[in-house]
């Protein structure tokens, strides 16, 4: 097959320009390309901390605003007792907190870790259901991480150490001295698996 014609009259320049054109043209959709790339992404990182902040609003994880606020309340803190329980619903997941008891202060972070093994030799799929006793203080535990806040899948013979970190509200009855954290893993059935879950509980 014949290449282009070039006009004998352009000379050895103009011929070597005309040739040039059509490499120059794509040359310049690639790097038109590769700004509107480099544009996306400036983009993408400038609204990343909105994204992640909605993100953490609508699913309650660090919530550090709330935990701030809290603790910055006029009412004074007060010492509390706080137990830890797990239980697992015919899972085989062995699933225990690592500390059963702790001293604390409304007001104040408090960090503990809970610890599963999937004793199986199949995966397991789990949603961890909280309760609390007495049962109204539930509503004065503010989560700002925790493994129920969504299903947890564990490999046969996992081990995996979870946490969970919350405030006491300052404004926990006065009545209330000992506080329990009760969590129940249940199995979660392959055909239902939804990522991420809501806890059953009130984070406000």
Same mark, same amino acid.
């Given at each position: 097959?014949?290449?282009?014609?070039?006009?004998? /009259?352009? +000379?050895?320049?103009?011929?070597?320009?005309?040739? $040039? =054109?059509p490499r120059g043209a794509s040359n310049r959709r690639? %790097?038109?390309?590769?700004?509107?790339?480099?544009?996306?992404?400036?983009?993408?990182?400038?609204?990343?901390?909105?994204?992640?902040?909605?993100?953490?609003?609508?699913?309650?994880?660090?919530?550090?605003?709330?935990?701030?606020?809290?603790?910055?309340?006029?009412?004074?803190?007060?010492?509390?007792?706080?137990?830890?329980?797990?239980?697992?619903? /015919?899972? +085989?997941?062995?699933?225990?907190?690592?500390?059963? $008891? =702790?001293?604390?202060?409304?007001?104040?972070?408090?960090? %503990?870790?809970?610890?599963?093994?999937?004793?199986?030799?199949?995966?397991?799929?789990?949603?961890?259901?909280?309760?609390?006793?007495?049962?109204?203080?539930?509503?004065?535990?503010?989560?700002?991480?925790?493994?129920?806040?969504?299903?947890?899948?564990?490999?046969?013979?996992?081990?995996?150490?979870?946490?969970?970190?919350?405030?006491?509200?300052?404004?926990?009855?006065?009545?209330?001295?000992?506080?329990?954290? $009760?969590?129940?893993?249940?199995?979660?059935?392959?055909?239902? %698996?939804?990522?991420?879950?809501?806890?059953?509980?009130?984070?406000?």
């Open positions: 097959m014949a290449g282009p014609t070039v006009n004998p /009259d352009l +000379g050895p320049i103009g011929a070597a320009v005309a040739h $040039s =054109l690639i %790097v038109a390309g590769l700004l509107a790339v480099m544009i996306g992404s400036l983009l993408f990182v400038a609204a990343q901390p909105r994204l992640y902040k909605a993100f953490c609003e609508w699913t309650g994880l660090y919530d550090i605003d709330r935990a701030e606020q809290i603790a910055a309340s006029s009412i004074p803190s007060r010492p509390v007792t706080l137990e830890f329980d797990a239980n697992s619903h /015919d899972n +085989g997941l062995r699933f225990r907190p690592e500390i059963t $008891s =702790l001293a604390a202060r409304t007001g104040e972070i408090v960090h %503990v870790t809970y610890r599963v093994e999937n004793t199986r030799d199949t995966t397991v799929i789990g949603q961890a259901v909280p309760s609390y006793g007495p049962q109204h203080a539930g509503g004065y535990v503010k989560k700002l991480d925790c493994f129920c806040f969504k299903q947890q899948t564990f490999a046969p013979h996992e081990v995996r150490e979870m946490p969970v970190v919350f405030v006491l509200d300052k404004q926990l009855p006065d009545d209330v001295n000992t506080v329990t954290l $009760s969590y129940t893993f249940f199995e979660v059935p392959a055909g239902s %698996v939804t990522s991420p879950a809501k806890p059953a509980e009130n984070r406000t």
